[in-house]
């Protein structure tokens, strides 16, 4: 059978190769860098407008992205000058003052851009209400800027995970429109058939309709629980839910590629600022579609 992630398929062999080499002999342990250290963030300015749709400025004061600010405005939990204004298209002057959850919001225009290779058991939000730990936990203070997640993983997923301040990109790469290229690595607890594969890949009736994925295949020197499998559609759960319809649990889930971004010397839990030419292409990418 053809591999469609050779990627994927790299990975394990690089794995299996690295773990004949550990038990050969002991890895003398390094201490570990200081995230500061590892790269310096690379910072774009942008320039607020005289006026500005209430939604977009709610965004640009980093609590979330611009379709989700247009919720909030519309749920009413937004306030400008003290009232509150339910119409995302309210423009926004710089003598206004706009709230939320009782604090005044504040425009970042110095905007930055984290990847993280999220760990297990971390919750995808800002924060939680049963005092679980988050992502943000994982970063502390070693970012100023307040950004949030781009998208969502569940608390059990692991892997490529984006945060920013920046709501527009984050509206972008989000948007089904802009069909952002990502693929997992899912650990199932039983080998996949070819026969249910291939109904895999013809698409899987789900509540919100046929579900499609962009490939799906057994990864190459691995057992035929192991599946590559890509997708840009952004339904809750939707790989696991995929598997369920057939009778699979997926055991792990692990997202090892989000729009051309890979987990390259990014241990698990570790997370790094993107680069000049990550950003370029992230925003290239999201202008393209």
């Not at 390094?30 to 006026?51: C, E, H, M």
């Not at 971390?122 to 781009?150: C, H, N, W, Y």
């Amino acid at each position: 059978m053809k591999h469609e992630f050779p990627y994927l398929c790299d990975m394990a062999k690089k794995k299996f190769h690295r773990g004949q080499r550990n038990q050969a002999r002991k890895k003398k342990k390094r201490p570990g860098k200081d995230f500061n250290k590892l790269n310096k963030p690379v910072i774009s300015t942008q320039v607020l407008a005289d006026k500005t749709r209430l939604n977009k400025y709610v965004a640009l004061s980093g609590i979330c992205s611009r379709r989700k600010a247009a919720e909030l405005v519309k749920d009413g939990k937004v306030k400008v000058n003290g009232k509150i204004n339910v119409n995302p298209g309210f423009e926004v002057t710089k003598d206004d003052v706009v709230e939320y959850a009782g604090k005044k919001l504040v425009p970042q225009l110095d905007k930055v851009y984290v990847l993280m290779n999220k760990p297990k058991n971390t919750i995808t939000t800002a924060s939680d209400e049963k005092g679980r730990r988050t992502v943000l936990d994982l970063i502390g203070d070693k970012v100023p800027q307040r950004i949030f997640p781009v998208g969502r993983l569940d608390r059990a997923t692991t892997g490529l995970l984006l945060l920013t301040n920046d709501g527009d990109l984050a509206h972008s790469l989000s948007h089904p429109s802009s069909q952002v290229r990502k693929i997992y690595h899912a650990t199932l607890d039983k080998p996949l058939t070819e026969k249910d594969l291939a109904k895999i890949k013809k698409g899987i009736r789900l509540e919100e309709g046929i579900a499609i994925v962009d490939g799906i295949s057994y990864l190459e020197e691995k057992p035929k629980n192991n599946i590559g499998i890509e997708i840009h559609i952004g339904w809750n759960r939707i790989i696991r839910r995929i598997f369920e319809q057939l009778n699979y649990e997926v055991v792990k889930l692990d997202r090892v590629y989000f729009a051309g971004l890979t987990k390259k010397d990014l241990k698990r839990g570790w997370f790094r600022h993107l680069n000049g030419q990550e950003i370029i292409m992230l925003k290239h990418f999201t202008k393209r579609n």
